[in-house]
C-alpha cells in the first residue's frame, strides 16, 4: 500500500486529492496545524466523506523541525505540498506570513523530503499567479512570469526552489502551475464562492444585494475534481517535470455572475454591486492557460464545463443556506 502526505489537506484540494488517493488505495497522511478550531477544521473532508480515513499528523509549514519529524515517521512514497496562504487579497495585508508559509514552507518541505525522504516524490502547487501581469495572450509552461502581488510573488520562489531541487539533488519534483480551480468546497472569500452563496441567499430572500470588487477581471476556471487527477498524474511519470493545468477557457466575474443568477431566474445585473474594498492594489486582469502539454503527455483533460461548475457550486449553496434558515 503506497504511503501519501498532504500539506493543506484541510483546504479545498487537500479534500478532494484525499478523496481521490483513498479511492486508488493510498494510506492517506494529511499535515495539520494545531488550531483553537480543531471541531471544524475537518469539514472539507467531511463534506466529502473521507474525514475519518485519513491520519492526521501535526505540524506546520513554518516549523521545519516538525517537517522532519512527520517525513521521519511517516516516510511517504509521495508528498503534496497544498498548504499556502493562498487568499491573494490578504497577501498585501499580511506579506511577510505569506512569504513564510507559501514560499519558505514549501522550502522547508522540500528539505524535509531531501533529508527524510529523499526517495519520496513530491509535487509543488504553483499557480497561474506566477503569469501575473501576462507576457502572451495564452500562457503555457514557455511563458515568463510576472508577479502581482505578494502571493505570486512567494509562489514563484516555491516554483524555482521546486525546480532547483530537482535539478540539484535529483528529487522527483514536479510542479503543477494550476489555473483556478473551483467547486462547494471553495473557500467563501474567493470570488466564484462569494457570488454562488449571494445567489443562494438573494434565491432564498436573505439578502437583496451582493457587493463584489473588479467585474471585468478573467479566469479560466475549472472544477477542483478534475485538477487533482492532474496532480497525482504527474506524480506517475518518470521523470518529473512542470505542467500547465488549465481549461483553455476564460471568462470574466461579470460572466459568471450571469451564469449563476440566470441557473435560478434571476438577473446578475439586478443584484451585483461594486466596492472598492474589494479591489486590490495590483490586479490580474485575465488568465488563459494552454493545456497542450498536459494533455499531450499526461492524457489529463478538464471534464467539467463552467456551467456544469457553476451549477453545481450554485445546487450546493442553496442546499446549506436553507439548512442554516431551517436550523
Ligand atoms: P485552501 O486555502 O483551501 O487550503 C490551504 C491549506 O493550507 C489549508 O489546509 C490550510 O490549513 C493550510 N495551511 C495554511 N497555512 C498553513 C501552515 N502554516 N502550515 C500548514 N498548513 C497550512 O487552498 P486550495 O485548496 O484552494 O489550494 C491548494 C494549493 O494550491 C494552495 O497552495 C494554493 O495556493 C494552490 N493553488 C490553488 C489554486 C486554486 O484555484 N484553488 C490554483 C493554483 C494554486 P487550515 O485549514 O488550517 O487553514
Ligand atoms: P484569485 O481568486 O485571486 O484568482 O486566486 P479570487 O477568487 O480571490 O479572485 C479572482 C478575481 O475576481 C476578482 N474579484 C473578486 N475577488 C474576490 N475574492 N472577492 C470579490 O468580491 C471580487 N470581485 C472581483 C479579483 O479581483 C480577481 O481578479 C485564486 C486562489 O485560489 C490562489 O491561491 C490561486 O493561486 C489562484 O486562484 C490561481
Redesign the pocket.
Known amino acids: 500500500m503506497k504511503r501519501v502526505l498532504i500539506t493543506g489537506v484541510t483546504g479545498q484540494d487537500g479534500a478532494y486529492l484525499s478523496q481521490l488517493l483513498l479511492a486508488k488505495g493510498y494510506e492517506v497522511y494529511g499535515l495539520v496545524r494545531r488550531s483553537s478550531a480543531m471541531d471544524v477544521m475537518d469539514e472539507k473532508l467531511r463534506w466529502l466523506g473521507v474525514a475519518d480515513h485519513i491520519r492526521m499528523v501535526d505540524g506546520n509549514l513554518t516549523d521545519l523541525s516538525s517537517l522532519l519529524r512527520v517525513l521521519k515517521d511517516v516516510k511517504p512514497d509521495e508528498v503534496y505540498n497544498l498548504g499556502?496562504q493562498?487568499?491573494?487579497?490578504s497577501s498585501w495585508n499580511q506579506p511577510l506570513l505569506t512569504g513564510s508559509v507559501t514560499g519558505l514552507g514549501a522550502a522547508n518541505v522540500l528539505e524535509a523530503v531531501r533529508l527524510e525522504a529523499p526517495g519520496a516524490r513530491f509535487y509543488q502547487a504553483s499557480?497561474?499567479?506566477m503569469f501575473g501581469l501576462i507576457q502572451e495572450p495564452r500562457q503555457s509552461e514557455k511563458t515568463p512570469f510576472y508577479p502581482r502581488s505578494p502571493?505570486a510573488a512567494a509562489?514563484l520562489y516555491a516554483h524555482w526552489m521546486t525546480v532547483n531541487y530537482r535539478e540539484s539533488f535529483g528529487l522527483h519534483a514536479s510542479s503543477g502551475i494550476?489555473?483556478?480551480h473551483e467547486s462547494p468546497l471553495r473557500g467563501i472569500?474567493?470570488?466564484?464562492r462569494?457570488i454562488t452563496d449571494g445567489v443562494a441567499r438573494i434565491k432564498l430572500g436573505l439578502q437583496e444585494k451582493l457587493?463584489?470588487?473588479?467585474?471585468d477581471?478573467k479566469?479560466d476556471w475549472g472544477h477542483a475534481r478534475d485538477y487533482v487527477k492532474a496532480m497525482w498524474l504527474m506524480l506517475q511519470q518518470d521523470k518529473p517535470d512542470d505542467y500547465v493545468v488549465a481549461t483553455g477557457r476564460t471568462a470574466s466575474?461579470r460572466e459568471f455572475c450571469d451564469i449563476a443568477f440566470s441557473h435560478v431566474g434571476l438577473r446578475a445585473d439586478d443584484h451585483i454591486t461594486t466596492d472598492a474594498r474589494?479591489?486590490?492594489p495590483a490586479?490580474?486582469e485575465v488568465l488563459l492557460g494552454d493545456p497542450t502539454k498536459v494533455r499531450d503527455r499526461l492524457g489529463w483533460r478538464s471534464e467539467t464545463s463552467l456551467e456544469a461548475l457553476v451549477a453545481e457550486m450554485v445546487e450546493a449553496d442553496l442546499k446549506r443556506v436553507a439548512r442554516r434558515v431551517a436550523s
Open positions: 499556502a493562498s487568499f491573494v487579497k499557480s497561474s499567479e502571493y509562489k494550476l489555473f483556478n472569500e474567493f470570488v466564484t462569494k457587493a463584489l470588487g473588479n467585474l477581471a479566469r466575474v474589494y479591489l486590490r490586479e490580474v
